[in-house]
């Protein structure tokens, strides 16, 4: 059975930065798409961003605006979402996430228990 382990969430100042990592386990990162995905409590939950496996291009919502860059490092079998110019929008809880294909779409195989991010004005 796969796992995935986030962590790297925190409190932190709007303006300022987190860098979340997702450690996997059982699961081969580079074989699947993998993403980010965040909820807030009573909110529909929302993508992120995503890295494709088949052609390695990264998707981006729009709300990410060019704050975000998101990694994966296939030695490691992890992924990497550096945030910057964090708002208070950005609050959420932020999962690991990896796709039964090699691309970004479809059914998800793996999420992870999540780690909350918390920005305060």
């Known amino acids: 059975q796969g796992q995935l382990v986030e962590s790297g969430g925190g409190l932190v100042q709007s303006g300022g930065s987190l860098r979340l990592s997702c450690a996997a386990s059982g699961i081969t990162l580079a074989s699947h798409g993998t993403g980010w995905f965040r909820q807030v409590p009573g909110k529909e939950r929302e993508m992120v961003s995503c890295i494709h496996s088949d052609d390695g291009r990264t998707d981006y919502a729009d709300f990410v605006e060019g704050r975000f860059t998101m990694s994966r490092d296939n030695q490691k079998n992890m992924v990497y979402l550096a945030m910057n110019g964090l708002k208070r929008e950005d609050t959420a809880i932020y999962y690991c996430?990896?796709?039964?294909?090699?691309?970004?779409?479809?059914?998800?195989?793996?999420w992870g228990q999540g780690t909350q991010v918390t920005v305060s004005s």
């Open positions: 996430v990896t796709h039964v294909a090699s691309s970004c779409i479809g059914l998800t195989t793996h």
